[in-house]
């Protein structure tokens, strides 16, 4: 006699397992689901797709890399001859000397001025566009960010129009009678400042907006209802909320002035030496490959510092704010 499955809900069906043996299974189960093996199908397919990013990768960051590290063991000779070598000795001509130290301090000084003065102008400007609920908020985050479709070459060719000693900045105090002579913009710190503050203001903009996420409107008008002052809104809940947006918007900003070659070079006119410059210098001017890979290494160096500390910061900023994780999850 056998049992019909549709009046029997509780009667098992033999299921045939993998490894070929045949188990019961209620008939009113829901069917099984075949799942793949591990360790095929889906394995090979995700490493064919990541396959081109690792391979461009390779080629156009870890072999230069490897490249610049191994020139920077080697020695310089004589005409801008390269001996082969395996030495720290070139390492050793650039820490023990003053000249270098001195450029990597002032490297260091302008990209936290620039840093610095980035946020100050464009965090009143991303908190707005994050805020607001007009209708041209697509239009106005455009705008903030065009000048992004000007090659920086030409930003600075017009930084040097503006701040030079003929510029626009002095030639309109001169003729007010404000000042008697030609103000120093250009040509030294304050000058590649003031430009590349301006430069880096679109990326701050589009990296506060993206870490304001956490901003709630709400929140603001709770504690408004609860009687707290402007200030203390922006002090209390505000800044806390949009800080993940500012550290994010400081590294990126601090990293591109680091790395700055162009506007440091115009605006200051050869007379502000930094990371960037004098590896330039040493490559192409003096031919010394070795002490350019060496002063490479350590701008690389100073990055992994400045991530390191940024993401001490993150996770400080989610401690405090967020509180510890429970454990297990």
Do not use: C
Not at 163 to 168: D, E, K, T
């Amino acid at each position: 006699m056998t049992v019909d499955p549709a009046e029997a809900p509780e009667a098992a069906q033999a299921v045939e397992a993998p490894d070929g043996t045949r188990t019961a299974r209620p008939a009113n189960a829901p069917p099984a689901v075949n799942v793949p093996p591990r360790g095929r199908g889906p394995g090979r397919l995700a490493l064919a797709l990541l396959a081109p990013g690792l391979l461009a990768l390779l080629l156009t960051y870890v072999l230069p890399l490897v490249w610049v590290l191994r020139m920077s063991l080697n020695e310089s000779g004589e005409g801008g001859a390269i001996r082969q070598t395996f030495s720290l000795a070139t390492f050793g001509h650039v820490l023990g000397s003053g000249h270098y130290w001195n450029v990597i301090g002032r490297t260091v000084e302008l990209g936290v001025l620039v840093t610095v003065f980035t946020l100050l102008v464009s965090y009143p400007v991303a908190l707005f566009l994050a805020r607001t609920t007009s209708r041209w908020r697509g239009l106005l985050i455009a705008l903030a960010v065009t000048p992004l479709l000007i090659s920086s070459v030409a930003r600075t060719f017009g930084w040097m129009a503006i701040l030079g000693s003929q510029g626009v900045i002095n030639k309109t105090l001169t003729g007010a009678g404000l000042i008697d002579g030609p103000l120093p913009l250009a040509n030294n710190l304050t000058g590649v400042v003031i430009a590349s503050t301006e430069i880096y203001m679109p990326f701050a903009i589009l990296a506060m907006i993206s870490g304001f996420g956490r901003l709630d409107p709400a929140l603001e008008h709770a504690a408004a209802s609860l009687g707290a002052p402007r200030r203390t809104v922006f002090r209390r809940i505000v800044l806390p909320l949009t800080l993940p947006g500012v550290l994010t918007a400081a590294l990126l900003v601090f990293v591109l002035s680091l790395s700055g070659y162009v506007t440091p070079r115009l605006i200051g006119g050869g007379r502000v030496f930094v990371l960037a410059t004098e590896i330039y210098d040493e490559a192409i001017t003096a031919l010394d490959w070795p002490v350019a890979a060496v002063l490479s290494v350590l701008l690389l160096a100073v990055f992994g510092v400045v991530i390191t500390l940024y993401l001490r910061a993150q996770r400080a900023l989610e401690a405090r704010f967020t509180g510890p994780r429970e454990a297990g999850s």
